[in-house]
């Protein structure tokens, strides 16, 4: 049972406040020195100090301290916000026996000492905010934190490598994934690459196997061509729903022979291949690329005859003796349970045709996106790995342009972090492939990753050009013979302090990372926020960053933000740890800011019973009046509010303890 | 009456989810704006009690602020529109009741709109600012000062006639 | 003289239905009688302010006090009672809250006399003569009247007040309960208001009828509409004050068919009546966009008549805060 009683005694009340210097970034900008003083003098305060670090070791250890040798019952810190240092400060109480939720944090770095410029405001600011601490704590109660079994299972959004890497660490502990991609196959974006930066090793050859391990993991339920609908739930009992489209091939009876490509009726392949950026064309039957895992075709039902007119000999049905395909089949909903959840839906390139047209893209022929000539160099790809143009001429000069959608307010702010080092690859394979000039047209050159910098040097002795400067324009205003024909590349050297004009034969645009287009609706899907740029929010991030302020669900790749594949992989490590670390404990803790009702008090009106969003509310005919249960509360206080005759509770936040906030922080002049 | 040397006094109730996330962004981004706000905690918008609201005006806010996730963000799902429906009564009850309309605001900031925080607190203690003080307790104050007036003069009057009876008793 | 408790009965701004509450305790107001002394009643016996005055400080047992608080006189009248009695209860939704009176704390004195004194219909006085505080007349003889306060106030707001009976007005039933109690000397906690601290829903008749989803798509008033003689008010989209009003009226309103209109005021656990009813009803409005909510709100065309109708000296604002005339300004206006 929940100690509702005040434990320590309120008649007796003994509060210590406690206020952080957070080195210089409080300090500088509050008087907490002046404020500890004031705090000192506030109704029931027994002591009030000041610390550099409150949160460190030492400061932790002097508020157990007092707590022990002066009998505090209250505890109240004046510091960071909450929502970084809460649990901290809480655990410091509980260690010294006093229950963790007579604590209170107050923020006087985020919502004050960083947000003004008058000392003397901000220091008042700090002082009024303590005071309403010191009089809301002293409505607070010893409470309990709620414990739930968690569901051992997690659900892995987007297989690209982070999904990947996450969904392997989770199925080898032993705990079961479902893996859920949007796409034909899994892979992501590594699966298009040739090499990878600084090793130039293979990207197939890191990748592939640990595709085909997804596959064959007994731990782990691969669902391609599939979304995630719906979740509900919250942390360790997460319901989703996940909608797998028809890819009307039986992925259980296809072993992905590919005949049925072959028997298509279509003899030569006629439609856009997306998977190759639309450099090469495909079949209405088709499979993405030939590692592709599921190693399962799939039909264009928006190309495919039998689709379209309904008139076909449907010769791929005639050449598989497996009778994997179907064209009745129909989308399927399943529902799972989870306890977890790792989000790790990638990024889209920035698309430059009609964003940023002065750079040509989609008006001259030989300009490509870096995600063009990835395919164009791999040896998978549609040119096999030869790079020639699209006229089949092997390009003399090739110019790559760096910052494409980045580091830009007309685009995006944001530095991608990967363009500097897959330009410096992609400039080494095409120099190797081609023999041709390369020039890299670079705003500053960024490579600080373990070996990138060697790799920038061993370029420069390859002879690859670099000019500095941001390329103004790319077009086929010839003005000497030699322009002819060509591309220029107008640019200002900033170095050379001059403008320069650079005929090449091909134009690789070094497009930078930026959130899907459908990252607003993922987000709300899963409840959780965005950063300034779209991009999934972390929690904090240093101390949290990879999870995010919904308990439970966790980011991995650079849905969370751009980032190359070492430390993607790692984050999906780090993801799957705090996953596994979540559903290993058996039970999640939450907090115990649920709401009640007075027993005595409710008039049996029926007010909160519809406002509950999570149906926490019922009605007991037999009593006549509602009740709350505890399981399904998540604590947001809407009841509380609403009701008319005040029976209602919210733990942590109950009415005298905001009313008190509201009293104290207007009660200074 | 703009009054330079007025400080408003805002009291705002921020969600924890979005706007309080917000407000803490603009501290890790440094953003600057004006330290007349005191943001209080709550979990979500919908815990915004309309009593709340009025206690702050009562106890000397001269603005209230609420901010909670954007429509169809909510982290309870439809908690901020709960505080959408009774922040539209009360904007008409406070109307009647004689508080000027930019005295109360409703905000959606999201986690990401560190900027907005500012540029909304800056806005609306430049209004509020421009509007002067509300200052209920000392509009109180005033109302009733006719009381203790009375009770000064009835507060006399006794005494006058304690006085009296006193030497009426020494004459006899 | 006896020795038997004291008891007086005193009315400021009311209608003088409070007064007749007492009458309503019937034969049982003959056992009260005989337990008590009724030292002052002017609606009923008589007896005068100097008679009051004469008394001992605190030897009055008890003083049943109804009314707002709007005048000077009134001010004095409960200060002296005050004085003179162990026990003060505010009687009634005005004593209690402001009541109907207080209503007129949305508008300054200034626009009360100016209707009253000129603009009503039936009002004649082509001279505009307001009442004066004092007048001097040709003969030098002065005359006062009460001054006319800034705001009505509720009697806690102007003495100390040690119970409330709530109502309009309380039922024989609760006033028979307090003097019971008193007699006893089984006192409540001081400040208690002497009514079930729970919402009039506790004890409706239509309690049942009420569904779990109600939301509102529109509210209709009471005289529009076909009111279902059974069915709980605000299924009906009729607004009713009783989720948010202490019961102990033994459902008066609901029993002849109108809603609660809030008269019992707030449980102990609400500081503000209005704020309450409104954060429970427009919370269930069925629409989740502005303009909609604010077509559905329109169906309550008056917020303050509505939720402050027994309590706008109670409500956190206490009235219109920009128009009531402070004390300065008045001082002004008299110069």
């Known amino acids: 049972m929940m100690d509702r009683g005040n434990g320590n005694g309120r008649s007796d009340l003994r509060i210590g406040v406690y206020v952080c210097h957070c080195g210089i970034n409080i300090a500088s900008m509050v008087d907490v020195k002046r404020v500890a003083e004031q705090a000192a003098a506030m109704p029931n305060v027994v002591v009030a100090r000041d610390y550099k670090y409150m949160c460190s070791d030492p400061g932790q250890e002097m508020v157990q301290q007092d707590i022990r040798e002066l009998n505090l019952n209250r505890v109240v810190v004046a510091a960071c916000t909450p929502l970084l240092h809460e649990p901290t400060f809480r655990g410091a109480c509980e260690r010294a026996g006093l229950n963790p939720f007579f604590c209170h944090m107050v923020n006087i770095r985020e919502h004050d000492a960083w947000v003004h410029e008058d000392r003397e405001k901000a220091t008042v600011k700090a002082i009024d905010l303590i005071r309403a601490a010191v009089r809301r704590v002293k409505h607070h109660k010893a409470l309990e934190r709620r414990t739930v079994p968690i569901n051992p299972n997690v659900l892995v959004v987007g297989g690209g490598i982070a999904g990947i890497q996450a969904a392997l660490k989770i199925a080898s502990a032993g705990r079961h994934v479902y893996l859920v991609e949007r796409e034909l196959s899994i892979g992501g974006h590594m699966a298009k690459f040739d090499k990878t930066f600084p090793t130039l090793d293979c990207a197939a050859c890191i990748l592939t196997p640990k595709m085909s391990d997804v596959k064959k993991h007994p731990n782990i339920t691969l669902w391609t061509y599939s979304e995630v609908d719906k979740v509900d739930g919250y942390v360790g009992n997460f319901k989703a729903t996940v909608r797998r489209k028809p890819r009307y091939i039986n992925e259980d009876t296809c072993v992905g022979c590919l005949e049925c490509i072959d028997a298509c009726v279509f003899k030569e392949p006629r439609f856009t291949d997306e998977y190759n950026e639309g450099l090469s064309k495909r079949k209405p039957m088709h499979i993405p690329f030939p590692q592709a895992v599921p190693q399962v075709t799939a039909i264009d039902p928006e190309t495919c005859l039998r689709f379209k007119t309904g008139k076909c000999k449907s010769s791929c049905v005639t050449v598989c003796d497996r009778n994997a395909i179907d064209f009745d089949q129909k989308e399927r909903i399943e529902e799972i349970n989870v306890g977890a959840i790792i989000l790790s839906t990638g990024f889209q390139t920035f698309e430059p045709k009609d964003r940023l047209p002065q750079y040509g893209y989609g008006i001259y022929d030989n300009i490509y996106t870096a995600l063009e000539v990835e395919r164009l160099v791999n040896s998978a790809g549609p040119t096999e790995g030869e790079v020639v143009l699209r006229d089949g001429s092997k390009p003399r000069a090739v110019g790559i342009i760096h910052c494409i959608g980045s580091r830009d307010t007309k685009s995006n702010i944001w530095c991608s972090r990967v363009c500097c080092m897959y330009s410096l690859k992609l400039a080494h394979l095409l120099k190797e492939r081609t023999g041709a000039e390369v020039y890299n047209f670079y705003i500053d050159m960024r490579t600080p990753g373990k070996g990138y910098e060697e790799f920038y040097n061993k370029l420069l002795e390859e002879g690859v050009h670099f000019i500095r400067g941001k390329v103004g324009a790319v077009n086929d205003w010839a003005i000497t013979p030699e322009e002819e024909g060509r591309l220029v590349i107008r640019v200002e050297d900033t170095l050379g302090g001059f403008v320069r004009r650079v005929p090449v034969d091909m134009v690789v645009l070094s497009t930078g990372l930026e959130p899907h287009k459908d990252a607003e609706d993922v987000r709300r899907k899963f409840n959780i926020s965005c950063s300034p740029g779209g991009f999934f929010l972390e929690r904090h991030p240093k101390l949290a960053p990879v999870e995010t302020a919904s308990g439970g669900i966790f980011l991995a790749g650079c849905c969370q933000g751009p980032k190359d594949i070492p430390d993607t992989v790692a984050q999906a490590g780090a993801a799957a740890a705090e996953a596994l670390a979540l559903i290993d404990k058996g039970v999640v803790e939450l907090e115990p800011n649920t709401a009640f009702i007075d027993a005595e008090s409710c008039s049996g009106c029926k007010s909160c019973l519809s406002l509950c969003p999570y149906t926490a509310i019922s009605f007991i005919e037999a009593e006549k009046r509602a009740e709350i249960n505890e399981a399904l509360c998540k604590g947001c206080g809407t009841c509380v509010a609403a009701c008319p005759s005040g029976s209602i509770i919210q733990n942590l936040f109950e009415d005298e303890e905001i009313f008190s906030e509201i009293a104290e922080v207007l009660s200074n002049g | ?172 | ?335």
Not at chain 2, 93 to 121: F, Q, T
Not at chain 3, 155 to 175: E, M, S
Not at chain 3, 216 to 243: N, S
Not at chain 3, 263 to 277: E, H, L, W
Request: glycine share 8%.
């Open chain 2, 1 to 172: 009456m703009a009054n330079q040397e007025f400080e408003p006094r805002i009291v705002a109730f921020f969600c924890n989810w979005c706007t309080y996330t917000a407000a803490d962004l603009a501290g890790v981004s440094r953003m600057k704006y004006a330290s007349n706000i005191r943001i209080i905690r709550l979990m979500c918008s919908g815990r915004v009690d309309p009593q709340f609201v009025m206690d702050a005006f009562a106890r000397g806010a001269d603005g209230v602020l609420i901010g909670g996730c954007h429509p169809g963000d909510c982290h309870y799902i439809s908690g901020n529109y709960k505080c959408l429906r009774r922040y539209h009564m009360l904007e008409r009850m406070m109307a009647d009741l004689g508080v000027e309309k930019d005295r109360l605001r409703l905000e959606w900031i999201s986690a990401s709109e560190g900027d907005k925080v500012k540029r909304v607190v800056n806005e609306m203690v430049e209004q509020v600012r421009a509007l002067g003080p509300l200052d209920l307790p000392g509009r109180f104050a005033d109302w009733d000062a006719e009381m203790r007036e009375l009770d000064e003069k009835v507060q006399r009057e006794h005494d006058g006639a304690c006085e009296a009876h006193a030497a009426k008793e020494t004459q006899s």
């Open chain 3, 1 to 335: 003289m006896t020795d038997k408790p004291k008891v007086a009965f005193y009315w400021c701004a009311s209608c003088g239905g409070c007064e007749e509450s007492t009458v309503d305790l019937a034969e049982a107001i003959l056992d009260v009688a005989k337990l008590v002394d009724i030292v002052f009643w002017p609606v009923a016996i008589d007896a005068k302010k100097k008679d009051v005055e004469a008394m001992a400080d605190g030897s009055i047992a008890v003083s049943l006090i109804n009314g707002a608080i709007r005048t000077s006189e009134q001010e004095e009248m409960v200060r002296l009672l005050r004085r003179k009695s162990g026990l003060v209860i505010a009687y009634g939704s005005c004593a209690q809250s402001g009541g109907i009176p207080a209503l007129a704390n949305q508008f300054t004195r200034e626009q009360i006399m100016r209707v009253v004194y000129e603009e009503c219909p039936t009002v004649d006085n082509p001279n505009k003569v307001h009442p004066q505080e004092t007048y001097v007349d040709t003969d030098g003889i002065g005359v006062t009247l009460p001054g006319f306060r800034n705001i009505v106030r509720s009697l806690d707001q102007v003495i100390d007040v040690d119970y409330a009976l709530p109502g309009c007005p309380p039922t024989p039933k609760l006033l028979a309960e307090a003097l019971q109690a008193i007699l006893e000397g089984k006192l409540p906690p001081k400040g208690t208001v002497l009514a079930p601290d729970v919402a009039q829903c506790d004890t409706c008749p239509r309690k049942d009828t009420k569904p779990q989803d109600v939301s509102y798509l529109e509210f209709k008033r009471p005289h529009w509409t076909d009111m279902d003689p059974e069915k709980c008010f605000l299924a009906q989209g009729i607004v009713c004050m009783g989720p948010a009003t202490r019961s102990g009226c033994e459902s008066q309103c609901i029993s002849g068919n109108m809603p609660c209109t809030g008269c019992f005021g707030p449980t102990s656990r609400v500081r503000d009546q209005g704020a309450k009813i409104i954060s429970s009803i427009c919370s269930s409005v069925a629409s989740e966009e502005s303009d909609q909510i604010k077509s559905v709100l329109s169906g309550i065309p008056d917020p303050i008549g509505t939720f402050y109708r027994y309590g706008l000296s109670k409500c956190l604002l206490r009235g219109r805060v920009d128009t009531a005339v402070t004390t300065s300004q008045s001082q002004e206006a008299r110069k």
